[in-house]
């Protein structure tokens, strides 16, 4: 395959993980959220990501976001009941229903969904310990900074072999490319949103020009839908035959560039 900067630098995203649930202990989080724009981050359109199926359809359908969420005010212009369109466990997988909200903020401590204000879902982070964070099921860049968007187990599910997954936002381990030791084992360091942000997260198969999600050392290119390999900027030796590292590309981490032909 041969492409010029022009053609490839900048359409590309960060590997493409396997579902599953966040390294316990750890902020590693499994997978990234599949190709999109790194120069052009448009939010993908409802269920237009590899997330959406573990976000229970229902309310959480809605363009844009949380559909029922609201907040009432009764007649003394006091704050009311507040409903929020939150993921639950049913027997045939994760449903997005409107329910009471709780009142806690984004990592307090909670048992359930219930417990934990708008906008944000009930996940395990480690043995018997629950914390609120944000959904992220209409749009994984509307993470806030320091997040990226990853399942994790929901807290209501967490004591089962294979607990449910629900899309949230993570921090992430800001790894270094090219460079797992500091990975837990199974993890590759990777590119989780478009603005560069790297952590630690389950790789995918595809190697130079195959399918997206791509291995350890590969990043996704949206218009291709194949991998193209990372390399160190001002390294040739990184890259295949015939082809030279190309840097400078937006949503690429500083001393980073993938490989190109000359």
Known sequence: MSFSAGDALGEFSGIGGNKGEGTSGDNSGTGAYGPVDVTDPTPPPSGGYPFADLCGGGCMSDDGALGCSLSGKDPDDEPGPRVSCQIVPESDGPTAVCMMAGSKQAEEVCVSASSCAPGLGCVAIGAGVSVCRPYCC?????????????????????????????????????????????????????????????????????????????????????????????????????????????????????????????
């Not at 860049?141 to 899309?167: F, N, V």
């Not at 992430?172 to 084992?185: E, F, G, I, V, W």
């Not at 295949?240 to 500083?254: E, H, K």
């Open 138 to 262: 209409n749009d994984p860049e509307a993470c806030p900074s320091g997040t990226y968007c990853a399942p994790m187990p929901m807290a209501e599910d967490s004591a089962s072999p294979e607990p449910m997954q629900i899309p949230v936002c993570i921090p992430p381990s800001n790894c270094t490319l090219l460079d797992d030791a500091a990975c837990p084992d199974g993890l590759s360091c990777a590119i989780v949103r478009t603005n560069g942000t790297t952590s630690c997260v389950t790789p995918g198969e595809g190697e130079l020009d195959e399918p997206c999600p791509c291995a350890a050392g590969y990043v996704c290119a949206k218009e291709l839908n194949k991998c193209l390999q990372l390399c160190h900027a001002g390294s040739n030796s990184d890259c295949p035959a015939g082809m030279i590292c190309q840097s400078g590309s937006g949503g690429v981490p500083p001393n980073f560039g993938i490989c190109g032909g000359k």
